[in-house]
Nanobody, 114 residues
Framework: QVQLMESGGGLVQPGGSLRLSCAAS????????MGWHRQAPGKQRELVAV???????NYADSVKGRFTISRDNAKRTVYLQMNSLKPEDTAVYYC????????WGQGTQVTVSS
């Protein structure tokens, strides 16, 4: 079992930056593939970025070059640095831990608006 707690969301102007954090507890953090997903109103949840247990990263085309995912296994935390934010990035962002099972956090709201 893994418990996940996201933080760092908020309101930011277009072109601004935010850093999301996801703190994990309960199981061995380093063996999990960690991801960030988001869900905008009226849309399906989509994968934003993932970092594997081995450190490989992958990004949705819509965020490549603007977002960076990273993990600190000692702190049991995964981060999502979001730069050059756009209004279309507005969504609830969810942290995910996956291996043989999949675990989700409760989400943090990110709103990009002037």
């Amino acid at each position: 079992q893994v418990q996940l707690m996201e933080s760092g969301g908020g309101l930011v102007q277009p072109g601004g930056s935010l850093r999301l954090s996801c703190a994990a507890s309960g199981s061995i953090f380093s063996i999990y593939n960690m991801g960030w997903h988001r869900q905008a109103p009226g849309k399906q949840r989509e994968l934003v970025a993932v970092v594997t247990s081995g450190g490989t990263t992958n990004y949705a085309d819509s965020v490549k070059g603007r977002f960076t995912i990273s993990r600190d296994n000692a702190k049991r935390t995964v981060y999502l640095q979001m730069n050059s934010l756009k209004p279309e990035d507005t969504a609830v962002y969810y942290c995910n831990a996956a291996r043989t099972a999949s675990y989700w956090g409760q989400g943090t709201q990110v709103t990009v608006s002037s």
